[in-house]
């Protein structure tokens, strides 16, 4: 009864929320015929704006269990969606295993995760991520202004070899203006476009400790290089090298 209900409230929301974008942006999708039916899949994408992933909910014609920052259940809104979707919370800057083992059974009941291998909005954490530092700040971190990727961390490369789902690349350009346009009342045009279906990823079970942070490593490199062929050369950031 209550996953009745929760479905119901999902599609009223989604519609809500459709209608309401719509009044200020104008949102493309491009690629929806690479999207695989009844298939589990993890959906990777670039990440350049808080507004991303509500956008994907909203848009994509089927339901994405998003990791979402732990720290951003903070804020009532996110906390909302995380309890409505089943969103799936989880600490960056360190392999958070229940956040692991709750995507893998997510993937296993046949539902579709969402990750942003990036691992955050502000490059500036980047190195507080590699340090393995819990991120709990979230003020200021709405954005990334220059609109270009950043290093993919390796937690999407153990995620996907763990899972042997294949990966969907979708990528979102124009949510870093939103905010900005929004204060000078001025409508903004977002993109998302959607890639082929890669994968699964595999890597050798009984490699040393080191080479295998180097495989997992390669792996978030060769995801993000498919989210990369869907942005413009401008927005690839270290990605440049796409065939």
Request: proline content about 6%; some cysteine.
């Amino acid at each position: 009864m209550y996953a009745a209900l929760q479905s119901i409230l999902q599609s009223i929301l989604v519609f809500m929320g459709r209608v309401i974008v719509n009044l200020f942006l104008s949102v493309s999708v491009s690629g929806l015929e690479h999207i695989p039916r009844s298939e589990a899949l993890i959906l990777v994408s670039n990440h350049f704006s808080w507004f991303d992933g509500p956008l994907l909910m909203i848009f994509l014609p089927f339901r994405v269990a998003f990791l979402l920052a732990i720290e951003t259940e903070r804020v009532c809104f996110f906390r909302f969606l995380s309890r409505t979707f089943n969103l799936i919370p989880i600490w960056r800057g360190q392999v958070d295993r229940k956040a692991l083992r709750t995507a893998l059974a997510a993937l296993r009941e046949g539902r579709t995760v969402g990750v942003f291998p990036e691992g955050g909005i502000d490059p500036a954490m980047s190195e507080a991520r590699e340090r393995g530092e819990r991120i709990e700040q979230i003020a200021g971190h709405t954005a990334r202004h220059s609109a270009k990727l950043i290093r993919a961390q390796s937690g999407i490369g153990l995620l996907a070899t763990q899972a042997q789902a294949r990966l969907l690349p979708v990528a979102v350009l124009g949510s870093e203006k939103i905010l900005v346009n929004l204060r000078r009342l001025r409508r903004t045009q977002v993109r998302i476009r959607i890639g082929h279906p890669f994968g699964p990823m595999t890597i050798p079970e009984d490699l040393p400790r080191r080479q295998r942070r180097q495989q997992l490593d390669a792996l978030a490199h060769e995801a993000m290089m498919q989210v990369a062929a869907l942005l413009p050369p401008g927005n690839r950031g270290p990605y440049q090298d796409v065939a």
